[in-house]
């Protein structure tokens, strides 16, 4: 058994100062006051940590993680030429399935996965292409992710992506001792039609997979679905998607009578507030789809966007953003924005051992360090992790009960070997040359 | 002659990759491409730099140092209870001027500084009380500031207030080789009357004093001011107040006609984005601003209400606020985001030899490491810079030539004795306890 003692343990929304943290295998057995913990064994593995605060692990439950291979290439331009201009002929470079796009796609999946670990995130929802690389490198990370094939019904006649989909499901669902679920990806209601979607859903139903989409991503999008007769939340209930679980990325362009609906369809939503922001997307109704009772996560969406997959900067953005648009300080608090970075993350993927610190939970578990400089004085832990600390103050990360980073160093993974693959990987895609 | 090499020098919207930068005593005799240095001398201190960016230092435009103590205690509240339960409650305890609140404004000024000077922070303009102790923080972190006694005019009959700002100058401006310079500090139109505002302008202009005033800091003040037939800048102009530099905080409200009028005043603007942010007082027009050729630095406001002095948050606030609120993904890129940070916000301080890597300005200096893994890879420094890179990437500080920060460590200060003293006082100002 692994011992955690001396920090402050959140569970999750109640503070215990000089509390406990047991892990044994996998699982968290115990987290809570000291006075309550299990006796001690001999052979336990004691770990003092004054301090510090043990957090959850961060759920990110929208991601692309190969696109950090992409990472500045493209700031500051429109949402179309940035697509078209920039990251659709870096991703022709990229090459096909089956081919290098096979090993872009673990390179930049491998080097997303050590900003995201460093940072403590031990669960993600990612969305691309070449899905099995992503999965051989989240397995190989040590941490648990949703994948998912994006799939682009437009240009899909014969169902090809479809079928690519089906086949990750059969090859991966369940794999690393459950640590790989496969969620089935229509890209978004305007790259897919009514009559496809029909389809996927159809196929997500036979096999017991979740939806992972993104939807309402634009106010553009809302208005074009509104002139068909259609809302965000009626795309997903009308196709027949929502009779599967679904994780619904970004939703800034609400439709009023979508918040009922997507409560009853227990749908979760993947806020992404940075890269909502910085692509001037506009603002998602997180404060009205938490009163529906709906959780929210917070993801990053891919660095091409966002630059960063730090949830410590998701959490600042989130709130506020919140704040500063609704004029209102007290939306957001940090609290929430924590519960929203964990527990909601992990709810709006559907991982219902995942995200909180109690007992049979999976044993995700993160010491942030309080201790730095720049996080003094801390009177209020949940306002010093949402406000003030950063992924750099991110001590160690346990996934699965097993530390796969501490102090700096990755564990699991060659860090040197990923990034020399991931530079060369990199500037091939891109053509261009690297700056530092 | 301190001579970098081997980094990313900018200067500051053209980057000079493998580019030098020559500081001989307080200057800056040398920045750009390796070809055209002056020749090495043998007694030169040659620092080889690869992989980082040399950059200004920043310049932090509105703060209120001594609020460190209280950072985190009452987030997520609105303006009016903050100030009222939580901040003047506090401000009450930490003492009279000539007691108690000398030594508590010197223990939270120099906690801020360790925070600044390790985010590369190198000038701070600076309004709060016993402010001779905030001089003394400056001069001794080796950073230059605009110091000035916050005057709130509607508690003051006697003129007391004015009267120790007006000190503060006869003691301070100048020194510490001309590192602090000392402005007039009545505190806002809406706890100053038009007549005492004249009043400030007068003894100003006797002194040749820059102001330093909140304006427009909230919608409720511009429409009062409104109400009263005057609009921001009027009040600037009708009270005298912009006869001298006048550097205005925050400016959230703007009133139409005030555009061309700051432009004609030379007013400088000290934009806080996540202050403004975190407190839902609305969205600075900075574009709109920059358009006139108002210099807009990026500011901190105080810990208390923003957090942190980190001026790597604070550009990516602005960028994400800017770009999100005007649903403008091209508004202010991340040149123009550094250029804020650094040399607008000396522009807008009247610091007219500070924040350009260019011969003959001030030796402030910060070095960024771009090799660190969260940010690979690097294909734009910029970009780097402003959206991926954090507080903990800066590797060297040199404030008037001289190294002050080096990886982690304070050279011109004793950390340690800082840190313990801030505890003491922060604990007994708060009355709180400490979680870490």
Redo the contacts between chains.
């Keep these: 058994m692994i011992r955690l003692t001396g920090a402050?343990v959140l569970t999750p929304d109640v503070e215990h100062?000089q509390g406990v943290l047991c892990m044994d295998g996998k699982r968290i057995v115990y987290a809570g006051p000291a006075a309550g913990a299990p006796p001690a064994a001999p052979d336990d593995e004691v770990v003092d940590l004054p301090?510090?605060?043990v957090i959850p692990g961060f759920v990110n439950p929208h991601t692309h993680l190969a696109m950090?291979?992409m990472?500045?290439?493209a700031?500051?331009?429109?949402?179309q030429p940035?697509l078209q201009e920039h990251i659709w002929p870096v991703e022709e470079r990229m090459g096909e399935e089956g081919g290098a796009l096979e090993q872009h796609v673990l390179a930049g999946s491998r080097?997303a996965l050590?900003?995201a670990v460093?940072?403590g995130v031990t669960a993600v929802n990612d969305m691309y292409m070449a899905m099995d690389r992503v999965a051989e490198a989240i397995g190989e990370a040590g941490i648990r992710g949703v994948i998912t094939r994006g799939i682009v019904g437009h240009t899909d006649p014969e169902r090809r992506k479809l079928r690519l989909g089906r086949e990750l499901y059969e090859r991966w669902q369940g794999a690393y001792g459950g640590r790989i679920q496969v969620a089935l990806g229509p890209h978004a209601p305007y790259t897919c039609s009514m009559d496809y979607l029909g389809e996927v859903a159809q196929a997500a139903h036979d096999l017991g997979a979740r939806i992972h989409i993104h939807l309402a991503e634009t106010h553009q999008e809302t208005a074009d679905l509104a002139a068909q007769g259609l809302t965000p939340a009626h795309v997903l209930l009308d196709s027949g998607l929502s009779r599967q679980h679904v994780i619904a990325a970004h939703y800034v362009a609400p439709a009023e009578s979508d918040f009922a609906l997507l409560e009853h369809m227990h749908v979760g939503i993947a806020h992404c507030p940075?890269s909502?922001?910085?692509?001037?997307?506009?603002?998602a109704p997180v404060a009205r789809l938490r009163e529906h009772g709906i959780p929210v996560g917070i993801g990053s969406d891919g660095a091409a966007s966002a630059?960063?997959l730090?949830p410590f900067?998701g959490m600042?953005?989130a709130?506020?953003?919140a704040?500063?648009n609704?004029?209102?300080?007290?939306?957001?608090?940090?609290r929430t924005v924590l519960r929203m970075a964990t527990y909601e993350g992990a709810l709006a993927l559907d991982l219902n051992d995942v995200g909180l610190l109690a007992p049979g939970y999976q044993a995700d578990v993160v010491v942030v360090d309080?201790?730095a400089?720049?996080?003094?004085?801390?009177?209020?832990?949940f306002?010093?992790l949402v406000?003030?600390a950063?992924?750099?103050d991110v001590e160690r990360v346990y996934a699965s009960g097993k530390l796969i980073y501490q102090e700096g160093r990755h564990l699991a993974v060659d860090?040197e070997a990923i990034?020399a693959e991931?530079?060369g990987a990199?500037?091939r895609v891109?053509q261009?040359?690297?700056?530092?």
């Design positions: 402050t100062p301090g510090r605060a950090q291979l990472r500045g290439i700031d500051d331009v429109a949402l940035w080097l050590l900003e460093a940072a940075i909502n922001l910085k692509l001037g997307c506009g603002f630059n960063v730090d900067l600042k953005a709130a506020w953003m704040k500063g609704s004029q209102d300080p007290t939306q957001l608090p940090a309080l201790r400089t720049h996080l003094q004085p801390v009177f209020d832990v306002s010093a406000y003030t950063t992924a750099r860090r990034l991931a530079r990199a500037e891109t261009q040359a690297l700056r530092s």
